[in-house]
């Protein structure tokens, strides 16, 4: 069975799989693309033999994934060295994992400091930009590289990352519960800002909800996001994103996914 949506995926760690099997058996069993998260915590990158048994499974399934590079406690954008350097050759691992899976699309997140004065935060830029274009070079025909918006105080640093970046296969990842909530959109009520300057370089979109005073994931519908709106902006992009749903336990799952084909889908797609 096919996915019913061909260019949407759902968020699955890797590390979830490894503890909870019956998270993939449930993709599986439903045709769920995943967007295989590579924060690894524990064992889960370490047995090759075990990583190739999910690759294998979701082939057997003719489902295409994404992935999500590690962002736990990385930095590559650190004003310290050591974990600069450490960020970096983590990231650098991430991308050879990357490569069993050939996935359609990689998440990073760049992790500025938008606090940093002015000098202090142009080394940061610079240690960043040095970094990513190292990763890009360790794989130069790699698959789109979506730079996703976290803390951000505004859209600027990241498109600037993009530009002089210039790679046809580097973009932008939109999260727009980060912008909502993070980059305080809620309150700002900046969206136009955010999307008129990211709009020629998104790539992919990441789905999920809040109400504006922290990250909630919560499913879509179930925050004070207006969606309505959101999804008629993101109409304009040619081509269409790629989405990945994020949604952090089963019942959000449902109602996201409902949420998505009914509200979401329908005026896309």
């Not at 499974?57 to 590690?70: I, N």
């Not at 050939?102 to 940093?116: I, N």
């Not at 999920?208 to 499913?219: C, I, P, R, V, Y």
Request: net charge negative; proline share 7%.
């Amino acid at each position: 069975m096919k996915p019913e949506f061909e260019t949407c995926y759902v968020n699955l760690p890797l590390r979830y799989i490894y503890n909870s099997p019956e998270y993939l058996d449930f993709f599986i069993e439903n045709s769920i693309q995943p967007e295989l998260g590579l924060d690894c915590l524990g064992d889960e990158c370490l047995s090759m033999d075990w990583l190739m048994s999910v690759r294998d499974r979701l082939e057997e399934a003719e489902l295409k994934c994404t992935v999500h590079l590690p962002f736990l406690d990385l930095k590559p954008s650190s004003l310290n060295p050591a974990i600069r350097n450490a960020s970096i050759d983590t990231l650098l691992t991430a991308f050879e994992l990357a490569k069993f899976f050939s996935p359609q699309r990689m998440v990073l997140h760049p992790s500025f400091t938008s606090w940093l004065e002015p000098p202090l935060f142009e080394r940061s830029y610079t240690n960043c930009v040095e970094g990513i274009r190292r990763l890009s070079n360790s794989w130069p025909d790699h698959p789109p590289l979506c730079l996703e918006n976290t803390y951000e105080f505004t859209p600027d640093a990241i498109t600037r990352l993009v530009t002089d970046l210039d790679r046809d296969n580097i973009g932008i990842c939109f999260d727009l519960g980060h912008w909502f909530s993070f980059s305080k959109g809620a309150e700002n009520d900046d969206f136009d800002v955010w999307f008129n300057a990211f709009a020629p370089y998104i790539k992919h979109v990441h789905l999920h909800d809040n109400h504006g005073s922290k990250d909630e994931h919560l499913a879509l519908g179930r925050g004070s996001m207006n969606w309505d709106y959101i999804i008629s902006r993101i109409g304009e992009i040619d081509p269409l994103p790629t989405f990945t749903l994020e949604p952090h336990n089963r019942e959000d799952f449902d109602v996201t996914y409902s949420y998505f084909r009914e509200h979401v889908a329908v005026k896309l797609f």
